[in-house]
């Protein structure tokens, strides 16, 4: 029998199932920063099969497995071949998001195998200089060795099956005012140079950690600016529910999308739901730490599949969030949240909800 799908009280569907498998990671990058250490109580594979099952039955089509770091996480093949029954009852896509220094041949092909359908790789800068900056490494030695795992991994993944023309390889960059906002015309560069949509992030003000300061921040409309000067673009808009506005670089030199969470919030449509390693629930990437709906006592041996749908249909229906709308807001206001991030633990830290 078809489960009815929930709306929210914003009249929003769910589409996305955000997966985090793990809290740790291993770089440190400043602006996210890790926690160390697993959060106790992790999920087991059987755990997160039945929170996937649950989520495609309230609608979402779309599995993004995150962290953290998902390579750290010797299941993850496991993982993606237990979920794709799913695919039956109406899973459309597995994603990866990861930093790829892992990434392998081998796993890239394993990954591959067990019916992965994408991956995308962050890389915030195109020399060992900036990537140990951004990733939190000690010194340019150990950033080039980065910059050159990642550069493998885009080629492991293409060799795998990952065609970039096709979506299923992407390349996501965080751009930090002042720290690596010298590296839009070069990642745009490497992007192009090897056939990849370049998804450039907006710094956010998730967890409590990073110091977040508006001013840190280069707006999308900025970087669409800057990379435009160089290599004329034609606005491709951003598809409903998604998160990246896209761009067409004119001389066909492929597609560069801009996520604008800060300058141009897309709240209205957002359709994603984040479990946590550890079974929380969160409706939003800026929700409070802690207050995520903790699943596990629907994930006890003795509980029924109804039991753990209904759960989530009635978290999902409850949902009101639109934090980076009202974030604007205040902004637009004049209180632009300069100093925001004092005092007790406000957001759920990034790379626990796993972006
Ligand atoms: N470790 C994997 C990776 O880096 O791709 C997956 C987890 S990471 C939390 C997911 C994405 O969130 C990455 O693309 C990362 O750059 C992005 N991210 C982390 N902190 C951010 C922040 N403060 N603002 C914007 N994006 C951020
Ligand atoms: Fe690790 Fe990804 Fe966070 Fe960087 S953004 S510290 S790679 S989880």
């Known amino acids: ?37 697993e959060p106790p109580g992790l999920l087991t594979l059987e755990q997160r099969l039945a929170v996937v099952a649950a989520a495609v039955a309230l ?22 071949a237990a979920v794709q029954p799913l695919r039956r009852q109406g899973l459309r896509e597995i994603a990866l998001t990861s930093n790829g220094t892992l990434l392998t041949a081998a796993r890239a092909r394993a990954l591959r195998q067990a019916g992965l359908d ?13 990537v ?53 015309l070069p ?31 280069v707006s999308a409309a900025e970087m669409v600016e800057r990379i435009g000067a160089r290599w004329p673009l034609e606005a491709l808009g951003r598809p409903g529910h998604g998160t990246a506005g896209r761009w067409r670089y004119r001389d066909g030199g492929g597609t560069v999308a801009v996520v604008a969470s800060i300058s141009a919030p897309f709240c209205g449509d957002c359709n994603r739901l984040r479990v946590t390693a550890d079974g929380l629930a969160y409706t939003c990437l800026f929700a ?12 006890q041996e003795d509980r029924d599949a109804a039991e753990l749908r209904q759960a989530l249909a009635q978290l999902w229906q409850r949902r009101a969030d639109r934090y980076s709308e009202e974030r604007q807001q205040q902004i637009n206001d004049g209180s632009d949240g300069e100093g925001e991030q004092e005092g007790p633990a406000r957001h759920a830290e990034m790379a626990y909800l796993g972006g």
């Open 59 to 80: 609608g979402a089509g779309s599995l993004r497995l995150t962290g953290g770091e998902p390579l750290l996480q010797p299941q993850l093949e496991a993982l993606i």
């Open 288 to 299: 409070p730490a802690g207050s995520g709906l903790d699943l596990r006592p629907w994930l």
């Open 187 to 217: 990642l745009a560069a490497l992007a192009r140079e090897r056939g990849l949509e370049l998804r450039l992030i907006e710094y956010m003000d998730v967890g409590n950690r990073n110091g977040w300061r508006p001013a840190d921040v």
């Open 1 to 37: 029998m078809a489960v009815p799908q929930p709306l929210d009280s914003l009249g929003r569907p769910l589409g996305v199932l955000r997966l985090s498998l793990t809290a740790r990671c291993n770089l440190a990058c400043p602006y996210c920063l890790p926690d160390g250490q």
């Open 118 to 130: 994408r991956i995308t790789l962050s890389l915030d800068g195109a020399d060992g200089g900036s």
């Open 132 to 184: 140990a900056r951004m990733a939190g490494l000690t010194d340019a030695r150990a950033g080039a060795r980065a910059l050159d795992a990642v550069l493998a991994a885009i080629e492991h993944a293409r060799n795998a099956g990952f065609d970039p023309a096709a979506g299923a390889l992407k390349l996501n960059a965080v751009i930090q005012r002042g720290r690596n906002d010298d590296q839009l």
